[in-house]
């Protein structure tokens, strides 16, 4: 049973670099989801594709933050110029066509210095 | 605005008794409420789900109740076993493509042996 899996599970960055993560779904599901956790809060949804499409981007993701899903498959997430206010947990989720029910990876952990 | 709330922090019950977990929304748009449950340095994981078509779903130790018109729902573990020591988030969903979870802030629930 492979779940979701994301990498790198922690990344450390200097302020102004850009940093760039990746999600792999569940094979069979063709909606795939980007969030964000900050300490003490619950996720907070970032973006949205079904299948190659991304249909819904949150006001959360502001122009330094962009993100792709070339095939369908895996999910890249690119981060421009972080600022320290980037710092989170950065969680991927898919599903399949009925939507609700979303699996989660484990996370990167995003440190910007 | 805090459209999904979790109030209480954090919750500590004893081995063997029932553990109750309080959610409250304010979207009246929301028809599909979620329970995760996360540990630490891990993802949320799916726990249990209602539609907004029923008032109660039940799933072995774990049943979840839905008050439409108070715009409550609560989680109910019985018994309680100290594996269930995580933070619990409600989530909801009601846009119509049914693409983003709207999470509570979470309640750190302790089982003591």
């Known amino acids: 049973d492979t779940g979701v899996s994301q990498n790198p599970r922690h990344k450390i960055t200097k302020r102004g670099q850009n940093v760039t993560f990746r999600c792999d779904p569940i094979?069979?599901?063709?909606?795939l989801y980007w969030y964000r956790q900050t300490l003490g809060q619950g996720p907070e949804f970032l973006t949205y594709?079904?299948?190659?499409?991304?249909?819904?981007k949150s006001r959360l993701l502001s122009d330094r933050f962009s993100a792709e899903r070339p095939k369908g498959s895996f999910s890249t997430l690119e981060i421009q110029r972080t600022e320290q206010g980037d710092s989170a947990m950065y969680l991927c989720?898919?599903?399949?066509?009925?939507?609700?029910?979303?699996?989660f990876g484990p996370g990167t952990r995003l440190t910007v210095t | 605005d805090q459209q999904v709330k979790q109030n209480s922090p954090s919750l500590s019950v004893q081995e063997g008794r029932i553990s109750i977990l309080n959610c409250d929304y304010t979207?009246?748009?929301?028809?599909?409420f979620l329970w995760y449950k996360k540990y630490p340095a891990e993802g949320p994981t799916f726990l249990i789900s209602?539609?907004?078509?029923?008032d109660k779903n039940e799933d072995g130790r774990f049943t979840v109740f839905l008050n439409k018109s108070a715009k409550h729902l609560s989680l109910h573990i019985v018994p309680s076993q100290p594996g269930d020591s995580a933070v619990y988030f409600c989530a909801a969903s009601g846009d119509p493509s049914g693409s983003r979870l709207t999470f509570g802030e979470g309640t750190q629930l302790t089982v003591n042996p």
């Open positions: 209602i539609s907004s078509i029923k």
């Open positions: 979207n009246s748009m929301f028809d599909y």
């Open positions: 094979s069979e599901h063709n909606r």
């Open positions: 594709f079904q299948n190659e499409a991304q249909l819904e």
């Open positions: 989720a898919s599903s399949t066509a009925s939507p609700y029910e979303q699996y």
